[in-house]
């Protein structure tokens, strides 16, 4: 049964440059049908994938803080009423940092809300106008303040190896951001995703990447400097103070069920990949039409199962535990991993196992996408 609950907003104040994600800009939005039909979602799922309080809910997708407080609290008793919460349950919201949202981290905290992620992103100014963000660095330190003195958890974000960043910018940005005192930090390399603008501006030459051993001498500073304050990284791009983990991201990482709701949402239930229609009004017709939004719905195969179980779980520092993955998939330990790549890359520091668990060292977190491919069986990975 599914203890956690993703909430996708899918309505942004305008389109990111650097995801593909089709963000949906609005200049009205009719919040009670929005209400009605989030609700209707959430009761089909609660009703296929209840019986466990929830551990975790996450706002996110788009913009969801400008979600009105009034229909975040109406979604979190809706919720409450299905499914009910674990006394210790996380409720995260995605916030950008603008003044014009912090004000609504009051109400929000009153709704319910007990952690929120800022997509910071950068604490220098030419670096946000780069990354085509509409806040500065001092209206975001602003609402970090704002918000570490409402909710009882915040994190935020950075993104480094921005191309032009030097070795001595990224240690300093970072020292500064370790300074803030927040138990837990998302800091993630620049990636150009395709059909983005980023993407184009690389092609035609009008953006150079940083180069690879630059990025992988960033990642390494990044670990040493955030393990030395306290937050050493639980996933590869993901750091905290032990018991300030993201609880509803371990979820994902874990590779157990999650429900997923609204627009463009992702879920995991009983075996099934189950997603929801991307575009906000075949969305509302679906769920006017039937209840549910569900675009698709597919069993996933013994096989592809457990390819999405080692490549999340294997980007935590914990690892995964390869007896229980085949008891759970049915498929022999024997046959998810290439043994002789596991014993190559053991040898090589880059791997280590203890017991059943099996896991990516330090050193080999950088060059993680290149492992992933050696240690996955073949056969899974559908070679």
Not at 167 to 175: F, G, H, Q, S, V
């Amino acid at each position: 049964m599914a203890q956690a609950l993703y909430i996708h907003w899918p309505f942004c104040l305008k389109k990111c440059p650097y995801c593909d994600f089709n963000s949906h800009v609005r200049a009205e939005v009719d919040h009670a049908l929005w209400a009605r039909s989030l609700l209707s979602d959430m009761q089909y799922e609660a009703e296929l994938a209840g019986g466990d309080a929830l551990h975790s809910i996450f706002f996110g997708g788009g913009t969801p803080s400008l979600m009105p407080p009034s229909l975040v609290a109406e979604l979190l008793t809706g919720a409450e009423k299905l499914w009910g919460f674990d006394p210790a349950i996380e409720i995260t919201l995605e916030a950008n940092p603008t003044s014009f949202e912090a004000a609504k981290f009051r109400d929000l905290a009153a709704a319910g809300v007990n952690r929120v992620s800022l997509g910071i992103q950068s604490l220098d100014d030419d670096a946000l106008r780069f990354l085509g963000r509409e806040h500065s660095v001092d209206e975001a330190l602003a609402a970090l303040d704002e918000a570490q003195k409402l909710f009882e958890r915040t994190t935020f974000d950075l993104i480094y190896a921005r191309p032009g960043q030097t070795a001595d910018e990224w240690p300093a940005e970072l020292t500064r951001a370790l300074s803030f005192g927040t138990s837990h930090l998302s800091l993630y390399q620049l990636t150009i995703e395709p059909g983005t603008r980023f993407a184009t501006d690389a092609r035609i030459g009008a953006l150079e990447p940083m180069e690879g051993d630059d990025a992988a001498a960033l990642y390494t500073l990044t670990q040493d400097m955030t393990r030395a304050a306290g937050l050493p990284a639980y996933e590869i791009s993901n750091h905290s103070a032990s018991g300030q983990e993201s609880r509803h991201n371990l979820t994902y990482w874990r590779y157990r069920d999650y429900c997923g709701i609204g627009p463009g949402a992702h879920g995991r239930r009983g075996g099934n990949a189950v997603q929801r229609h991307k575009k906000p009004e075949n969305w509302l017709a679906a769920v006017a039409d039937r209840g549910e939004g569900i675009a698709d719905l597919r069993t996933l195969p013994p096989h592809e199962q457990a390819s999405e179980a080692l490549l999340m779980g294997l980007r935590l520092t914990e690892g995964v535990d390869i007896q229980a993955l085949a008891r759970r998939t049915g498929i022999a330990a024997s046959a998810l991993l290439d043994a002789t790549k596991v014993a190559l890359y053991t040898d090589l520091g880059l791997v280590w196992q203890r017991g059943d668990t099996l896991g990516v060292t330090a050193a080999g977190m950088p060059l993680l996408d290149g492992l992933l491919g050696e240690l996955v069986a073949d056969e899974l990975l559908g070679a």
